[in-house]
């Protein structure tokens, strides 16, 4: 049974189930809408992603900067709003809304049995993207990471395995997911998180020291699978969203982790220059610094408060 604390959370999963029976391109006009007023009520996100954009866009002036980031908010707001559709649409409704491009790469490696790792950055239509896949091509498996919510992990959990697809916790056995992925289940990877200091190394990202998981080469070299870049991206005015499939990568893995992993990371950066405003700009990309180096992100108010917290409870034990 709900208790009062779960209250909000349920009326925010009706209120997203509703918005699900709405039209796409209502749903993108919403969407629009939502992303403008997010962009005004949530200064900390906007100072975080107006940062990534500095460092990563240097070439654009402050007036294209701001342009870019009025409009990736707008699509933070159609994810959004679309989140419903990633947990109810059947598959009929999703064929309509989702174009698949250059399916032949990954029909390719499945029609013959090779293994394949499908590498899916974060840009903002990767849970409608990845719904799709599921539905549309193939069950695959993912790498699940509980939401602390159980409202929204019930539900999220649900809406990603209702074609079949198969979750994997970061602590379940490597080698397992080994098996699966030579046994022909594509394995949804998605590389382009701050994991920290002790999960991750530091390789370029536009140019800047990035905290990246390196265990793409690892897990290509040990299940021998083909490695199929993927992107999702929401397609202008309400038409729908395209899941793009690029040829596996060439020569890889290179046995070389450090340049597996840059690899990875200019691969990204190649689709991110084509598609700026979807990008998932208000992910503090770079957290994690290198020894030495100084911070980047202001401390939030939320950081701030907990910090003072902590000084005070040691002020008092003192």
Not at 76 to 105: D, T, Y
Not at 228 to 253: H, K, Q, S, Y
């Amino acid at each position: 049974m709900a208790t009062p604390q779960q209250w909000p959370a349920w009326l925010a999963v009706g209120l997203f189930s509703l918005l699900a029976l709405l039209p796409f391109r209502v749903l993108w006009a919403l969407g629009q809408a939502l992303g403008r007023l997010g962009w005004l009520v949530l200064p900390g996100r906007r100072a975080v992603a107006r940062t990534n954009l500095a460092l990563c866009q240097p070439q654009l002036d402050d007036r294209a900067r701001s342009r870019l980031l009025r409009e990736h908010f707008g699509w933070l707001g159609v994810a959004a709003v679309c989140q419903g559709l990633s947990w109810h649409a059947g598959r009929r409704r999703l064929a309509r809304i989702v174009r698949i491009a250059n399916r032949e790469h990954i029909d390719a490696c499945l029609g013959a049995g090779r293994p394949v790792i499908v590498l899916v950055p974060h840009f903002v239509g990767l849970e409608l993207g990845g719904t799709a896949f599921t539905a549309l091509v193939h069950p695959g498996m993912y790498m699940y990471q509980r939401i602390r919510n159980p409202v929204f992990d019930a539900q999220v959990r649900q809406g990603r395995t209702r074609f079949g697809s198969v979750p994997v916790e970061r602590s379940d056995d490597l080698r397992g997911l080994i098996r699966r992925i030579r046994g022909g289940v594509p394995f949804f990877y998605l590389p382009d998180q701050d994991p920290g200091r002790r999960r991750g190394i530091f390789v370029p990202f536009c140019g800047v020291a990035a905290a990246t998981v390196p265990t793409l080469g690892r897990l290509a070299r040990l299940s021998g699978a083909a490695v199929i870049p993927t992107f999702a991206r929401f397609l202008p005015r309400g038409e729908g969203l395209e899941l793009c499939f690029d040829p596996p990568l060439a020569n890889f893995p290179s046995g070389d982790e450090a340049a597996d992993t840059e690899r990875m990371n200019r691969v990204i950066e190649a689709r991110l220059a084509a598609m700026p405003a979807q990008y998932f700009w208000v992910h503090r990309r770079f957290k994690t610094r290198p020894a030495g180096a100084p911070p980047i992100y202001p401390v939030s108010r939320r950081r701030a408060r907990r910090r003072r917290a902590r000084a005070d409870a040691d002020s008092l034990g003192t």
